[in-house]
C-alpha cells in the first residue's frame, strides 16, 4: 500500500517562500509522476507541478517562473520549493503520485499554505 507523507506548508507573508516535501512509502515500481496539486476555498482542484520518473516536469500557468519541483529517488521524494508567494497562492496543497503502467493513484492530506501580511 503506498502512502504519501508531506511535510512544509504554513503562514507566510507575501514575497516569501516555503518549501513542501511529500515522501512516499510501500514501493512502487514502472513510471510515474508525482506532484502537487492545490484547492483554494470555493475553486477547483488545480495543478501545481508535477515531474515524471524520466524526469519531465510541468508547471500550472500561475506558478511558473516562481516555483521549481525537483525530486530525491533515493528517497522517493519530491520537493515544491514556492519563491515570491502570493496571496492567491493560498490553498491546501496535496500531493499527488499516479503510477502509470498500474493506472492507480494516491493522494496526501495536504498542508495549508496561506500567504498573508
Known amino acids: 500500500q503506498v502512502q504519501l507523507v508531506e511535510s512544509g506548508g504554513g503562514l507566510v507573508q507575501p514575497g516569501g517562500s516555503l518549501r513542501l516535501s511529500c515522501a512516499s512509502s510501500g514501493g512502487f515500481f514502472g513510471t510515474y509522476a508525482m506532484g502537487w496539486y492545490r484547492q483554494a476555498p470555493g475553486k477547483q482542484r488545480e495543478l501545481v507541478a508535477a515531474?515524471?520518473?524520466?524526469?519531465?516536469?510541468n508547471y500550472g500557468g500561475s506558478v511558473k517562473g516562481r516555483f521549481t519541483i525537483s525530486r530525491d529517488n533515493a528517497k522517493n521524494t519530491v520537493h515544491l520549493q514556492m519563491n515570491r508567494l502570493k496571496p492567491e497562492d493560498t490553498a491546501v496543497y496535496y500531493c499527488n503520485l499516479r503510477l502509470l503502467l498500474v493506472k492507480e493513484e494516491y493522494w496526501g492530506q495536504g498542508p495549508q499554505v496561506t500567504v498573508s501580511s
Open positions: 515531474i515524471t520518473s524520466d524526469g519531465g516536469s
